[in-house]
């Protein structure tokens, strides 16, 4: 069961993100680094994509050089197989290709182009948290409660076939448990603290208006529809 569970996260990533395999590199940002202000100021746009995430990926690509057997793994194996990582590179493995996925997935979570759920997406919502409130509140609840760095996340868990909310350490993905990610919230303080310095929850409440609701929603179908077939 574990196996089946496996490959299909695995599939439903690489469908996702089809061109992730060594050497790494940063895909296009999509939008300008000024686009998402004021809620998000250009000054971190620009640091946190062209340093924090441009780090991880050359800090990957450096652990993997040596290890060919290795280099044709797509993120989301390397991520969901770390039990096989040597464990000389384990850890900086864990660490580089998590923040690489969880970056370049959320740099699609947002948009300029505000957005709302669709409503057939709202009532997928309000199945599983009751209220597109509660559900609002428990992830800023999830992500004020990270002490430290990491990140809050929804996702799919298709062991329980349910959207779920949940926190990550650091860069550690919701996929090494075998949970897909739909939405996914940094707050790590390179992500804010130019803007909002130590007020966590004011990043937090600015960052609801760029969230791209259709991306959300492209994840949850394909993630449900692989789910289905499995
Ligand atoms: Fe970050």
Redesign the pocket.
Known sequence: MYKIMHFFIVLTFYYIYPNQHYPFSLDPLGYSFNALEPYIDATTMEV?YTG?HDGYVKNLNDALKDYPELQHYTLGQLLTMLDKIPGIIRTTVQNNAGGHQN?TFFWRCMTPKMNKPSNKFLKTIKKHFRSFENFKNQFNEAAKKIFGSGWAWLCFDPGKNRLVIISTSNQNSPITDLLIPLLGL?V?E??YYLKHKNKRASYIDAWWNVVDWSFVEENYIKAASIKSKA
């Open positions: 946190h924090h970056h940094d790590w390179h992500a």
